[in-house]
């Protein structure tokens, strides 16, 4: 485990090469818009001889318009519109650049080594939800996992599946039984649905081979566990198992609503 900072760094926004595209302060303000259109840009660094003078951005282009809209924009160099925007470092965390990015539609994110990107509010939203995709896909997993189970074994249903599955492993350990749905840990969806004993409520529902369904909740448990405990990142692989699984029993739902 690190010591040395935050976890969630503006550099892990950016964790390859990055190249910035800048221009120099005598670029007609025409020949920027041009480059951020063709680029998809909303703001591009002044840089003169190495040196980040301020940027250019559709904001302050807007801000000078409305404060003088007798102005041309031909007549308009980047220069004359610039505004100067923050500095952070790829070391800052990404907690104490929030408030700075809510006054700011963009930051310059610098090093020893000069410019190494701009940084806006997308791309900490685009990184945060890479982080927080995995998670998501969990739940809906699990939440889909629990109306299935309700669909299948309803009321009184639920407590005799609950008795068969359950309660004799739960009773070598000492532990009470869950007695409601929500109470049931991830396992024990596995466990209730491929019991002999409850499977003929979920057959025909979630499969026809309960050895098959039981293998695919294990891969999604042991994926949820790397997950929940921070063992690593997964892979594009087991994102890809999650997302299937996610589809694969929002499908079966639908199926049994309709049974």
């Known amino acids: 485990m690190r010591d040395d900072g935050p976890f969630h760094e503006v550099g892990n926004i950016f964790p390859g090469e990055t190249s910035v595209e800048s221009v120099p302060g005598e670029t007609p303000v025409v020949e920027a818009l041009k480059i951020m259109l063709e680029k998809r840009y909303s703001q591009l660094p002044v840089v003169e001889k190495g040196t980040v003078r301020g940027a250019f951005s559709l904001w302050s282009l807007a801000h000078q318009l409305a404060t003088a809209p007798t102005l041309k924009v031909s007549d308009l160099t980047v220069e004359d519109v ?23 539609e963009a930051l310059l994110v610098g090093s020893p080594h000069g410019l190494q990107a701009i940084l806006t509010s997308f791309d900490v939203l685009r990184y945060f939800y890479r982080v927080a995709r995995p998670f998501i896909l969990i739940q809906e997993i699990e939440l889909a996992l629990r109306s299935l189970i309700h ?28 007695t409601e749905l929500h109470e049931l840990a991830f396992e024990d969806y596995r466990t209730l649905v491929h019991s002999k004993h409850n499977w003929p409520l979920f057959q025909g529902v979630v499969g026809h081979n309960s050895q098959v369904v039981s293998a695919r909740l294990e891969e999604i448990r042991k994926i949820r566990n790397n997950v929940f405990h921070f063992r690593r990142e997964i892979s594009l692989l087991e994102y890809g198992t999650l997302a299937s699984a996610r589809e694969w029993l929002l499908e079966k739902i639908r199926r049994a609503e309709t049974v």
């Open 151 to 178: 669909l299948c074994a309803p009321g009184d249903k639920l407590k005799d599946c609950i008795d068969a599955a359950l309660v004799p492993a739960y009773e070598k350990t000492g532990r009470a039984a869950p």
């Open 82 to 104: 610039m505004e100067q925007l923050p500095t952070v470092t790829v070391r800052d965390s990404l907690h104490s650049i929030v408030t700075q990015l809510d006054q700011h």
